[in-house]
């Protein structure tokens, strides 16, 4: 004989519950004080999301040959990139440690030095994963692309439907590039409790993937243990997580590595930001600079 249907769901869901009440209850003061807070707020208060934080993809092209810049540039505005080009190795260097690109195309058929670009790309965090596209025709210059990571080899003469096939094809991977380094500016109330159980009440500055920057009214110390709770904008849904503290200016800003204690909860704050990164890539704002990001986390 079949079980009672509603005796079975209510089974599952006690089941189910029962780790989320673990969390729960280890983080229930900072839930109601933070919701006494909001609701102290006038309801229909805005969102502060300053669109200005982020704009859409962009490609570095270096080389002096005007109808290569020409071509490439075409392709990648087909795909809403935008591009800036470079004659010199000196010049794409300058570029690459004051911006963030999701794409490279080198002139390996022109440029002697492409190995001091390479140097440098190791070196610079933002543009690690950067998506190089390598121009090689002979063998010279094919052996010096081999000094690259995986790179997108194009020879001369250019077929632009064959280049615009492969941009195409890795246009998710430079989003996801993108998304991993995009920081959303926000001015969202968050409740803090530190290590000794002070509860402090701060405001995100601006959230990424893995962690926020926060204005704080007391400083904290690198590698400082948190509780952390918020609330995602426009919604109910509370965030609850485990943050370290991995820089403090000492003037009322930190930024903080982050992660949600419950997997359901992150993977809706996930869907939210990705949500957020396409609403800014299609509105094309201005990026962040290096130095923003590194103010994030």
Known sequence: MLPNPLTAIGTFMLGASAGSLVAFSKYRGIICQLRNTLECSPVNAPEKIDPKRFCGLKALIVTGDAEMGRIFSHLFWEIQVETQQCASEAEAIGELLSQKFEALVLDMDELSGCAQIVQNLQRTRPNQNVVVFAVASDARAKSNASVLSNP????????????????????????????????????????????????????????????????????????????????????SVFVCGDGTVIWDDNHGKAGILFRCTSSSVQERLFEWLHDQFFMHVETGTEAETPKELAAGV
């Open 152 to 235: 997108i080899i194009i020879e001369r003469p250019f077929v632009p439907s064959e280049i615009r096939d492969l941009i195409k094809t890795l246009h998710g991977r430079m989003l996801r590039d993108r998304l991993a380094y995009f920081r959303l500016a926000l001015d969202l109330p968050v409740s803090i409790r530190r290590e000794s159980g002070i509860l402090l009440q701060c405001t995100m500055l601006n959230l990424s993937q893995s962690g926020m920057a926060v204005s704080t009214p007391s400083a904290f110390h690198n590698g400082e243990k948190l509780n952390i709770v918020f609330v995602i904008p426009n919604s």
